[in-house]
């Protein structure tokens, strides 16, 4: 058990870190990432969310990862 509370977080966070890297992947490239990104037209993000071209999930980690 740790010893101070400054301990007990570090570990938790560590922790927290841990398991939020498991569930990261790179599924596509930085360039990928960057096509996504620079879409201006609603229209045209939707078209490619329609055609299965891209997911939510990868709309959202590449403004993220922006």
């Known amino acids: 058990m740790p010893d ?3 301990e007990a ?3 938790k966070r560590a922790n927290r870190d841990a398991l939020i890297k498991t569930h990261q992947t790179s599924r596509r490239t ?3 990432n960057t ?3 620079d879409i201006s037209d609603v229209d045209a993000l939707q078209e490619l969310l329609e055609a ?3 997911s939510a999930e990868e709309i959202i980690l590449a403004y993220i990862q922006k």
């Open 52 to 54: 299965r071209k891209v």
């Open 9 to 11: 977080v570090s570990a």
């Open 30 to 32: 930085a360039e990928h």
């Open 4 to 6: 101070t509370w400054n």
């Open 35 to 37: 096509c996504i990104t």
